[in-house]
């Protein structure tokens, strides 16, 4: 399941997965994005299942996760990719701009968690992926780099409440701008994801640092 399925590192992770066969639930707010992702995704043969929501809307959000889990079983692995990319300084922004970029860049990260990650840890196993950035907070992205210290944060947390029942919960941290044919080529970035689903329990990382291909 790819929370933030627009393009660049959601539908690259979509795509990286779908070719291991796992049917894939994709979740975004736009109708337009989620037509473009699922055509994209139509050639890899595997089931797909686009689902309009918004990662702020706390009912449309578990809507979408309960139709999936519905149709393909509890996920093996949930990525939440949604954020709110914007530059901003310190008294740029009102107090409602700031609890709007919060609630893309953490909030529905906790939402998402609260649905998915209890029945992973009862299951006894399970991939809650989050994508970070910013690993050294930046002044003119103030509520990017307080975003992504709150979801490191947040990461940490699951890690200690569910981790010892089986559930791997990570961050792919992403120190650039993606681009295609770029050090921080979404398809390249793609690749952690996989690895830390993939790993050994007694190998887990809980954070990823991509600085460009030799992280790799």
Request: no cysteine; glycine share 10%; proline share 6%.
């Amino acid at each position: 399941m790819i929370i933030g399925a627009g393009s660049g590192i959601g539908q690259s992770v979509a795509h990286r997965f779908a070719r291991e066969g796992l049917p894939i639930a994709l979740v975004a707010r736009s109708e337009k994005t989620l037509t473009a992702a699922a055509e994209a995704l139509s050639a890899t043969g595997v089931p797909i299942r686009p689902l309009v929501a918004d990662s702020t809307d706390e009912r449309a959000l578990r809507t979408a996760l309960d139709t999936a889990i519905e149709e393909f079983g509890l996920p093996d692995v949930v990525v939440y990719n949604a954020a709110l990319i914007q530059s901003d300084s310190l008294g740029e922004l009102s107090v409602s701009a700031h609890l709007d970029a919060w609630a893309v860049n953490v909030v529905g990260a906790i939402n998402a968690a609260a649905r998915v990650v209890p029945a992973m840890a009862e299951r006894g196993s399970g991939s809650f992926l989050i994508t970070g950035g910013m690993p050294e907070p930046k002044p003119q992205y103030l509520s990017l780099s307080l975003g992504k210290a709150g979801v490191r944060s947040l990461a940490a947390l699951l890690d200690q409440q569910y981790g010892a029942s089986g559930v791997h919960v990570a961050t792919v941290t992403v120190d650039g701008p993606v681009a295609p044919g770029t050090d921080f080529d979404p398809d390249v970035i793609a690749e952690h994801y996989w690895r830390l689903h993939t790993q050994p329990r007694h190998e887990w990382e809980r954070e990823v640092l991509h600085t460009g291909r030799s992280d790799a």
